[in-house]
């Protein structure tokens, strides 16, 4: 059994131009904040679940599905701002109040709600199995092979690969390319010791793990929904039978 040594941080915004409110929307009888909310509290490790938000209906889902709300997250960071300024001023917040943080901070977002247990565990037990590393993130599969990767002259044309390597021969296999991830955004684990100092959720040095197919929804339109609830219905029924 793993001690208690993080807190998470629970990215949910009120506002988004492709999805209004997609914070509340519901997959599955359950609105999407519910859901890093339940990973968290499943894992053991993880000692407080804090949501930052500037949305009252939000405050209202987390707290009761199990979180806590203790401070409205202010406008200046409600916006589209990079994610490590949001876990630093939830992590600010708690230091002024006078409380002791632990070893992790983990942040997360309700935009991944397929994320599985194991995969969490899996990440936790590689940062403290790496005492050197800053943090651990998960990633997917990239979608295209970089040696693909054309860049073009704006004026004439003429066309050179962004590593380099030239299109004939092995390159023209794709079983023979590397093989190369994407940071997938549906957490990170970071040691806060550091995080507080240099404010990076990725670090000098880090680790990752990779996510399965069906963890690798990410919930940007009303109609990933449907894909996301597609995958559940399979995965329960798969579980049945």
């Known amino acids: 059994m793993f001690e208690q040594r993080a807190i998470a941080v629970i990215h949910a915004r009120g506002g988004s131009k492709r999805f209004p409110l997609k914070n509340l929307a519901v997959l599955a009888g359950k609105p999407l904040i519910a859901y890093p909310i339940d990973l968290c509290r499943k894992s053991e490790w993880i000692q407080r679940i804090v949501v930052s938000t500037d949305h009252d209906g939000i405050m209202e889902a987390a707290e009761k599905y199990g979180a806590e709300v203790p401070f409205r997250r202010p406008a200046d ?14 992590l600010q ?4 109040k006078g409380d002791v943080l632990p070893e992790f901070v983990v942040t997360l977002t309700p935009a991944t709600p397929l994320t599985k247990q194991e995969t969490l565990e899996e990440a936790y ?3 403290c199995l790496h005492e050197l590393w800053d943090s ?28 380099g390597n030239p299109l004939d021969g092995r390159y023209n296999v794709s079983q023979n390319l590397d093989k190369f991830y994407y940071p997938a955004g549906s957490f990170w684990i970071n040691r806060i010791s550091i995080f507080m100092q240099k404010r990076v959720l990725y670090g000098e040095h880090w680790g990752a793990v990779v996510l399965s197919p069906e963890e690798m929804v990410d919930i ?12 559940m219905d399979k995965r329960d029924k798969g579980k049945r039978s």
């Open 77 to 90: 960071i409600s916006e589209d701002v990079p994610s490590e300024l949001v876990t630093y001023h939830a």
């Open 93 to 96: 917040h708690l230091v002024a």
């Open 125 to 127: 037990r590689l940062i």
């Open 136 to 163: 651990v993130t998960a990633v997917r599969p990239a979608k295209e092979h970089p040696e693909w990767m054309l860049r073009v002259d704006d004026e004439i044309k003429e066309v050179r690969t962004l590593l």
């Open 220 to 231: 940007d339109w009303p109609e990933d929904l449907a894909k996301a609830e597609e995958i």
